[in-house]
């Protein structure tokens, strides 16, 4: 009886041991979730450094302009997109408006079509040069960019890119709009226009036309995900984006 009584002692000592071992592992786990909670939020909500600003600018505007390109270079991305859709050049929209109204409908509308989607393929090319320009940024740049306006980022896009822009896209536009019958459309148009009685003649450099629109339109995307990570806390999807976006939003109050 007394070996039974032992060995019933032993085993109920090491069920406690166990389950005292088992409550410390779960005490452990949470404490390392409590800290690291904690220095998460030290971090996010911490004055960052020059370095921090830098990398936390380059980061957020990496994620800006990918997501930017992306959207444009696909089809519809331009076309299907009313705040950067290629309409009629200026000098076409009379040419448009008096081909409609004698049922040219088709016409038109095979125009506007494909200069969006030369553009759209002329948009593929836009990430790289966007992303040379954020690795060539300075510290100053990125400090200057993070409290500055909210279009600070895509302002300093435009200073640095677009030169480039336009040097890289005019031969793919160029390509482009004979890929997708854009030349060949535009002078049926015009030519059906210029057939009419009484009418100027119309000539329009749609690689030129097309190019700045490519770049506008870029640019417009550009500055929507510049608000989006300036506005939106969702949009600061990692610690350092919080820390240095964090401390602008304190700045700015």
């Known amino acids: 009886m007394k070996t039974i009584n032992i060995l019933s002692a032993s085993v109920a000592l090491i069920l406690f041991a166990n389950q005292q071992a088992d409550a410390q592992i779960k005490l ?31 980061e957020a505007l990496q994620i800006g302009v990918s997501a930017g390109a992306d959207r444009l270079s696909v089809k519809d991305g331009f076309l299907g997109n009313l705040a950067v859709k290629i ?29 969006n989607r030369a553009a759209e393929d002329a948009a593929t090319e ?7 320009a954020i690795k060539q ?26 030169s480039q822009l336009m040097q890289k896209f005019s031969p793919i536009v160029t390509t482009s709009l004979s890929k997708v019958n854009a030349t060949k459309y535009y002078s049926d148009l015009t030519s059906q226009y210029n057939r009419l009685p009484l009418v100027k003649p119309v000539n329009t450099n749609l690689t030129e036309y097309v190019t700045q629109k490519a770049i506008d339109g870029l640019f417009i995307e550009v ?9 939106n806390l969702n949009s600061r999807s990692t610690t350092l984006l919080q820390k ?10």
Do not use: H
Not at 87 to 115: F, H, Y
Not at 126 to 132: C, L, N, Q, T
């Open 28 to 58: 452990g786990d949470l404490f390392k979730k409590v800290m690291a909670k904690q220095t998460t939020t030290t971090i996010a909500t911490g004055t960052p450094s020059t370095i921090e600003i830098g990398l936390g600018i380059k």
């Open 87 to 115: 309409l009629m050049p200026p000098e076409a929209q009379k040419v448009e408006k008096t081909l409609r109204g004698i049922g040219l409908n088709q016409l038109c509308d095979n125009v506007i079509t494909s200069l």
């Open 126 to 132: 836009a990430k790289p040069i966007f992303i040379s």
């Open 137 to 162: 940024m300075t510290l100053t740049d990125a400090t200057n960019i993070l409290l500055g306006n909210n279009d600070a980022a895509t302002a300093y896009f435009k200073r640095v890119t677009t």
């Open 223 to 231: 500055a929507k995900e510049e608000l989006k990570i300036r506005g």
């Open 244 to 253: 240095v976006f964090g401390y602008a939003d304190k700045k700015k109050i």
